[in-house]
C-alpha cells in the first residue's frame, strides 16, 4: 500500500466523530493492508513508531521540525515561525510550504522505515543528519502527505483511534465482533497492537489463539475491584490470599538470559531507575527465565518499614541513581509469577502460582544453608507477605495491623483465579484505609481541558482542569469534573507547559463532554484527585441516565501531580465510579 492511500484514511478518519464510522473506516484499512505492512499501518494511527516499552524516542522537537521545513522549503526561518504561530499546527505549516502537490509513489514501509532511520540516529552531529534527513522525506512526499508525516514525528497525529478503537475495528475486519475477546486476550498479554495485527494478518484466528506471553513484552497489569468491609470480601470470594497492598512502584520484571527489563504499570521501562532489583534478578533467577510482579518502594534500613510514596517516588530519575540508591534504599516485593522457562503461569490458579513463587525463593535460601556456591542472601527481593483466610474477624486483624504498620491497606485474592491480564474484576478485591463510605479514595482522572483562571490565576494562564473517566464499553472518555483545588502555583505553571504541548483545536475525537473548557488537550496525563462525595449533574458525560444526568464529584481536589506510573487508559473507569456512587448511597441508607 502506497503511504498517499494510508493518508486518504488518515483523512476520512479525522473527518469524523462517529464512534461506528471510524470502525467501519479502520475496518476497511485493516483488509487492504498487506500481512507484512499492516503493523505498521497500526503503529502510524497509534503515533508512534513501536509500543513506548521499546525505548525508541524520535528525538525531535517542533523546532527542529520548523529547521527541517525551512530546509526543505527554502524560506526563511522568522517566515516560517510567523507563518506557523498563524496555522498553529506543524503538519499544516509544513502542507503550506511542500513544493510537492502531486502524490509520491513511496510505499508504507518506506516512508516508516525513513522516519525509523531518522530516529535511531545519534552520536556527534546526529541533530543535524536528522534534521538533513527529515528535509528530504518532506521534499519527497506531497504536500498532504507531508502533513501527516510532519504531525507523526511531532507526536502530534491524534487521530483519536485509541487501542480499543483498533481492537474493536481488527475484530470488525474478521467479520466476527465475538472474535474481540481472542483479541483482548493476546493484546492483554503482549502490549502490542503491530505485533498483534501481523500475527493475525499473517497467521489468522489461530495466531491469535495461539499468542502466550513472552519475555520482553510486558503484561498488562491485573486490576483490582474495591468493597468497603471485610464481610463484603469474604461473602463475594470466599477463603482467600490475603495480601499487603504496598504503597509503591508497580514493577513487572522480565529476566530472559543475562538480560534483565522492568516494566512500570504503564509499560514503560524502568530498568535504569532500579539497578538493585536487577542485580538482586540475575542473582536469585540466574538460571532462569523469568517473568515476576511485585511493587518497589523505599524502605528504612534502621525500622524494616516503608517510607511514605514521596520518598519512593524520588527514584523516579535519570541521573544519579547509584548515589540515590544508597540514601533511598528499596526493596521489591514480589506478588505474583507470571512465566517461568518457558511455562506461561497467567493460565494458573493463584495459588499454584504463589506456591512456585514461594518455592523458588525458598530453594534459593535453602541452598545458602547447605553450602551451596549460591551467593549471599538477597535483602533486595522478597515474596509478599500474605495470609489465608475465610473468616471476616481474621481479615480485618490483618487489615488494622497493616495500617498501623503505615501500608496502605490489603488486597485480597481468590485462590482458583487465573491472572486476568489488563482485566479489572473480582479475583482482586482491595480494601483501603480510606474507605469509610465516603470518596476519600484517590480516583485517577484524565485531563482533558484546562480553563484559564480568574484572580491570581489568570496571569498563570491555567485555573481549572477538565477531567474524565474511561468507558471501555465505549471507548469513550467521559467528563467527570471540573478541579481547580489541590495545585500549587509552581504545579499549575509545569502543567500549563505540559499540556500545551499537546493541545487540540476542537475536542478530542474520542471523548464525550457537555462542559467546554477554554482549551482542549490531548487524553494524555492522569492525576490523582479525591472528592467529598458523587453526585449526579447535569454537566458531565459520565454514567448518563435516561434523563442526560451524568456523575460529578463534589468539592473534588488533585493529591499529586501528575502520575508518571499511568496513562490515560488506566484511569478510574465509568464502572468503578458507578459502583462507587452506588456503594456511597447504600451505606448512607444504611
Known sequence: MTFSHL???????????????????????????????????????????????HGINMGMSEKYLLRAITHAAGVDHDTLLQQHRTLGDIGKTVEHYSQTKEESSQTISEVYQAIYHIAMMSGEGSVDRKID?????????????????????????????????????????????????????????????????????????????????????????????????????????????????????????HKQGDTVILFSRNQERTTPMFPEIVDALQTVFRQNDIILEGEALAVNEATGEAFPFQVTMQRKRKHGIDLLAKDVPLKFFVFDLLYLDGVDYTQYPYKARRDKLI???????????????????????????????????????????????GYEGIVAKRLESLYTAGSRN????????????EITDTLDLCIVGYFFGKGARARLGIGTILAAVYDPSAARFKTVSKIGTGFSEAELTDLKALLDEITLSEKPHELDAEMIPDVWVLPKYVVPVTADEITQSQSHTACCDAEGAGLSLRFPRVTGFVRSDKGPYDVTTTTEIAALFHQQKRIQVE
Open 359 to 405: 518455592a523458588l525463593l525458598h530453594k534459593h535460601k535453602e541452598g545458602e544453608h547447605r553450602g551451596s556456591p549460591l551467593p549471599p542472601q538477597n535483602t533486595v527481593m522478597d515474596i509478599s507477605e500474605a495470609i489465608e483466610t475465610d473468616d471476616p474477624k481474621t481479615l480485618s486483624r490483618f487489615f488494622n495491623n497493616v495500617v498501623e504498620r
Open 133 to 253: 534527513a527529515l528535509a528530504a522525506l518532506f521534499s519527497s512526499l506531497s504536500a498532504t502527505e507531508a502533513k501527516y508525516a510532519a504531525r507523526f514525528v511531532a507526536g502530534q497525529l491524534r487521530l483519536g483511534a485509541g487501542d480499543a478503537t483498533i481492537l474493536e475495528a481488527l475484530a470488525l475486519s474478521h467479520g466476527d465482533r465475538a472474535f474481540r475477546t481472542s483479541l483482548d486476550r493476546a493484546y492483554n498479554l503482549t502490549s502490542d497492537l503491530g505485533l498483534l495485527a501481523k500475527t493475525f494478518g499473517q497467521k489468522g484466528e489461530a495466531g491469535i489463539l495461539a499468542t502466550s506471553v513472552r519475555c520482553g513484552y510486558p503484561i498488562r497489569s491485573a486490576l483490582c475491584e474495591r468493597l468497603p468491609s471485610s464481610e463484603e470480601i469474604i461473602e463475594k470470594i470466599g477463603r482467600c490470599s490475603v495480601e499487603i497492598k504496598y504503597d509503591g512502584f508497580r514493577c513487572q520484571a
Open 426 to 437: 473480582f479475583n482482586w478485591i482491595k480494601l483501603k484505609r480510606s474507605y469509610k463510605g
Open 7 to 53: 493518508v486518504s484514511y488518515f483523512e476520512k478518519i479525522e473527518a469524523t466523530s462517529k464512534r461506528l464510522e471510524m470502525f467501519a473506516i479502520l475496518a476497511d484499512l485493516f483488509r487492504e493492508a498487506h500481512a507484512d505492512e499492516i503493523d505498521q499501518v497500526v503503529y502510524f494511527l497509534q503515533g508512534e513508531l513501536l509500543p513506548a516499552f
